[in-house]
């Protein structure tokens, strides 16, 4: 059997398959059965200080034409305190990040010194700082695009924890190196990029937006493009120097290869569960193919990164 | 073909049925183009442009492409929907969900608990359509005028059970004692696959019921407690614990033996905020 | 019969489907045949001072899976004093728009005023300054990102021509707002938008990026999206201040509406050519249903402008 | 059925034949479950990763999904590709534009002038395959050495007339004086189709010749002369005066009477950057 273990800074993963953040991560159990399900770690969703119901619905939408959703679902979430509880329920073989959002450095300090108290035993592989989502109000994007910003939460958030920092990047930006940047300098120990793009979709009948929201972010195949890109920019930029998770769109074997060979050490699967029957589906048909390729190339898998800017 | 509009399909109501107590039927017509032949137990997420969307049971589908929901205001965004006017404009995502697994065996047994006769009553004129079936409806609820449909069934020639709490009308008591007598003393265990719909406290209680005769594999629950966003399976909003299902997209179709492991089953919901509450 | 005329500012069109640039566009037969078979009126190829090979192939791909199209072209193009000799030979009764793209202000004024000079019976209906090419250097989008910038060139160019001047923007940008308003109050006659997205992709087995350029943009409907929510965003801001021209992703009859409805006055096509067999059949389908939409609808294509909003 | 590739199809090259004065011929296995069956006259680009991407003919195909490509080193990159190694990957996208036009009439008369040979040697093997077609190949080159493929021709049971400039083999002209000569005297006009394939002046002759006999429109001609960007007609690099239809995707095969409204057939080419040349 070939080894599909990967490294993304000091976290060791048992393959490179990471759920991303937002999908099948309000729960404890369904962040248990998408890791017994064979991915290498799962992501929570992004939890925030207070509760929030989110917006109402449609808040996500299928775009079947382009393999793509768009959503916004405006963060909703039972704020970290009450979601801690779930955190205590996770089986103990599970890897699993959380991700956090919030308006200013006390937020995520709060949050993370919460958790860091009560879930001693078995700890989260790493905090997900989401400084990308595209359509919530003060939170996500509002504070992704500006390094200074960003800086301070990071440099903030880094004091108060052991715990390997990830960094979530948006796409919608003019020039991501300067939120890079800031995180890297600020001390963050991963990238992640990219969360969605902000779109929006309009019924010709009704003559409205479809969100509730109007503004959403788009995700899936569509976007797979612009994430390679992005990957390869950062990648381009700083080499070994940070671990890259490269996010967005990746629904087929192929697609981690591609992120690899750009500068991924690793990628986030999130609108791909659609493609499938199931997570186990997914995991499944992806990991079989992706062997046969590693073998037939006869590379491990972390031996691709970066390879196609040789 | 059971094809899904996973974009609205956004049509005009073409009727309007009051079927009382702030409960009223919407019909519309899917062009026929578009094909779909949606299961019993499938729903649609219905939208009211400008307000909110919401899971609502398919009631019935015929072969002329109208497809029924039967609406009980529950909250805002139900109540909106009852008031709404002929041709105005309302979008249907879905069908979603697994549906009802239509069995062939001799006997049907179907047991609604309130607004939980919508998707039954769907599933009574798809098994109608099959003639070697026997069809036999238990159906409870609070009192005479929550009986949705009640001069519809009536004539309808299929085995008919009413109850309700105060008695006002059909035997004075639950679904689930009249389930318990039927399983005790006519029904044909080996022949009889159970259909149940309505409250989650009610279905648990069916299942304590099947249970005993264990029956709990050839008995199927559709639930309706937990809060539904994507409708397909991907958001996580409605996952069951420890097994993590989701509602909207493995369910709200499930077997009693499954959710015998289902900690939350009778127990919890899940709100919008992913939150836990008591059911 | 249907009356599909619109105007962008004073530019009266037959209708409202424009040919988009860099598609059909590098000569003046493939321009008077795409007005021929149907289209309001064409955008040239994007023309600058000296001329341009362009990048080697590959440089257009077509993405199947998601419709979309992935290029770097470079821009390439005979320079204007040549282009200028294919302009002479448009028909007569052809509406076309002239693409410019240069690095300052005076290119630009050169490139206009000796157009202007030289191309005197048959004028172009507007000159579109390509400030948003993704992948061109020290051009497009590299100057389409500055607000400083763009509102000299755009204030230089409107003192030297009485021809409208509408300014292509790029959505590669954190806030398209500033960009636009920069062109608005530089007397930019229309906005149009959007140009494509940064982009990349790479084959696997020989495990390099496939586009000679490395980088490229993408077009086609996974952007419509992105597209439209530009759109939304600039007729929120401005309403009717300024004409809006709906460009990306557009290749069927319902999303004509959708820009309009988003609040665009006309849209432009490119990538959607390949949908078709030929720029005739696009023109016709669209046009056909588009007619029986506004007939069941009852109202007038202008009039659904902005709606969306309401 | 005929299957696109429209991202660069990347196979290792399985053999490299070499046909003399810088010319090779590489051969790919197009894995049988991406079925396709492109028609003599279709090209594909050929993708020399790392370096450029040009348009080359197909040269064969067979029924073992083998497909061949001739280059003839003109420039910098078609001088890479022959040579290349063998199992070295090579992008191939495509097929792109029309392909010839199989017509079932009793003659089909073939001129090739130097490389234009490369896609009727497809067609001469795609046309043995329908038995009851008289096949007469007119080719011509400069010198001997530029008679590409001439010991595989010979092996073939088809009607050969080889031409040289300098006479160093065949008849010492042109092949335009060859299919005179046919016409004029043996060629049963109404019962034959002519297809050829050249540099464009020489097509212009060609076209000149059959003009004379009314057979225009019965004679097709694949052009080559024109920069292929994008191979699916939508970037407009490779337009023909006036009608503006594309080499790439309406073409690369026209019929005659078509090609006496082109403007600028034999005349002028259009470079990468749009600019015309001078044939
Ligand atoms: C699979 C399924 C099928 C259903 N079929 C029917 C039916 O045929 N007829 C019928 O009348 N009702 C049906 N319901 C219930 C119906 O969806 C709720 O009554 C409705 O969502 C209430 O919304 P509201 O805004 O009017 O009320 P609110 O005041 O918002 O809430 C009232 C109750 O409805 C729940 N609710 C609100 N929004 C949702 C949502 N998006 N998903 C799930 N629950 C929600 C709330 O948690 C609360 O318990 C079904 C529910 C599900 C999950
Ligand atoms: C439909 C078609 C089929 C062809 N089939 C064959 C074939 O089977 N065998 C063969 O040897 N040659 C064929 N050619 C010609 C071949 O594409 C050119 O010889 C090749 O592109 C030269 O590229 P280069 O970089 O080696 O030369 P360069 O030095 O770049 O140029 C040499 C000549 O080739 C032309 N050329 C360069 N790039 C392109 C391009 N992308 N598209 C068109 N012309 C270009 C140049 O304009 C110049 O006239 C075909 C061309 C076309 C259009
Ligand atoms: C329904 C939905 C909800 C999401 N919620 C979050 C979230 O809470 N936090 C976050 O960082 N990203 C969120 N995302 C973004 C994804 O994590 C991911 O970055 C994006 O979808 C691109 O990956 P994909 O193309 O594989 O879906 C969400 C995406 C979707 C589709
Ligand atoms: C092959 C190609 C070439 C293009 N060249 C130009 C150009 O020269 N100038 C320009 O402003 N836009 C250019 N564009 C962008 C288009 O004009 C348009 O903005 C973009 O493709 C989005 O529209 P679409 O989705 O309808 O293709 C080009 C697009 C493509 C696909
Ligand atoms: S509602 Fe999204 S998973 Fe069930
Ligand atoms: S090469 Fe693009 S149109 Fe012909």
């Known amino acids: 059997m070939i080894d599909l273990q990967i490294k993304v800074g000091d976290v060791k993963l048992r393959n490179p398959l990471i759920l991303a953040s937002g999908l099948l991560g309000s729960s404890y159990s369904s962040l248990n059965r998408a890791y017994e399900n064979g991915f290498g770690a799962v992501t929570t969703k992004s939890i925030g200080v207070e509760s929030r119901d989110g917006y109402p619905n449609p808040s996500i939408i299928y775009l079947e034409e382009i393999k793509s959703i768009l959503n916004a679902v405006g963060v909703a979430n039972p704020g970290y305190k009450v979601f801690t509880q779930e955190l205590k329920e996770m089986n103990k073989d599970v890897q699993y990040v959380v991700s956090l959002f919030g308006s200013n450095p006390d937020e995520f300090v709060q949050m ?10 078995h700890s989260p592989s790493a905090y997900e700082l989401n400084l990308s989502c595209p359509h919530a109000k003060k939170v996500g994007m509002a504070v992704g695009t500006d390094p200074e910003i960003i800086n301070s939460i990071i440099s903030c958030v880094k004091k108060s924890t052991r715990i390997p920092i990830w960094v979530k990047l948006t796409p919608n930006i003019t020039n991501i190196i300067s939120v890079a940047e800031a995180a890297i300098s600020a001390g963050a120990d991963a990238l992640v990029a ?14 409205k937006p479809i969100l509730s929201n109007i503004r959403g972010g788009l995700s899936g195949r569509s976007i797979k493009p612009i994430g390679i890109r992005t990957i390869f920019d950062l990648f381009e ?3 070994l120097e940070i671990p890259l998770i490269g996010v967005g769109g990746v629904s087929k074997w192929q697609d981690v290869i591609e992120y690899f060979l750009a500068g991924a050490n690793a990628v986030q699967i999130g609108s791909a569960l659609n493609d499938y029957s199931s997570p186990k589906e997914l995991t499944s048909k992806i990991i079989f193919v992706l062997e046969n390729y590693l073998s037939d190339e006869n590379v491990k898998i972390g031996e691709l990164r970066g390879i196609a800017h040789e | 073909m059971n094809k899904r509009f996973n974009l609205p399909l956004c049509l005009p109501i073409e009727k309007i049925t009051s079927e009382g107590l702030g409960t009223i039927t919407l019909s519309f017509t899917i062009p026929s183009v578009l094909q779909t032949q949606p299961l019993p137990g499938q729903y649609f997420m219905i939208w009211n442009p400008g307000d909110d969307e919401i899971p609502i049971s398919i009631s019935n589908f015929d072969s002329n492409n109208s497809i029924s929901f039967t609406i ?24 979603f969900g697994n549906g009802f697994d239509i069995v062939e065996k001799e006997t049907a047994v179907l047991v609604a608990g309130g607004m939980g006769i919508a998707p039954l009553r769907y599933l009574i004129y798809y098994l109608l359509r099959r003639k070697n079936i026997k069809i036999i409806l238990i159906y409870g609820a609070k009192v005479e005028k929550e009986l949705f449909f009640k001069t519809e069934l009536d004539n309808l020639s299929i085995e008919k059970h009413f109850c309700t709490d105060d008695g006002s009308i059909g035997y004075k008591g639950f679904p689930t004692e ?21 409250p989650e406290l009610m279905l648990k209680a069916i299942l304590g019921v099947v249970k005993r005769y264990s029956l709990e594999r050839f008995t199927q629950f559709s639930l309706a407690d937990r809060y539904i966003r994507c409708g397909f399976g991907i958001c996580g909003s409605c996952t069951l614990d420890d097994q993590g299902l989701t509602i909207c997209h493995d369910g709200p179709v499930f077997r009693g033996d499954l959710l015998l492991n289902v900690k939350d089953f009778g127990l919890f919901g899940r709100k919008s905020d992913g939150s836990k509450f008591k059911l």
């Open chain 1, 112 to 121: 993370i010194e919460h958790i860091d108290e009560h879930i001693i035993v």
């Open chain 1, 194 to 207: 990219i969360n969605t793009l902000k779109a929006l979709m309009i019924d010709i009948y009704v003559k």
């Open chain 1, 237 to 239: 930029k700083y080499g």
């Open chain 2, 72 to 95: 009980c205001s529950e909250g805002e965004t139900s109540n909106n929907l009852t008031k709404k006017n002929k041709s105005k404009l309302i979008g249907l995502r879905g069908p």
């Open chain 2, 178 to 198: 009249i389930l318990d007598n039927l399983l005790k003393t006519t029904l044909e265990k080996k022949s009889t696959e159970i259909y149940a719909c309505g």
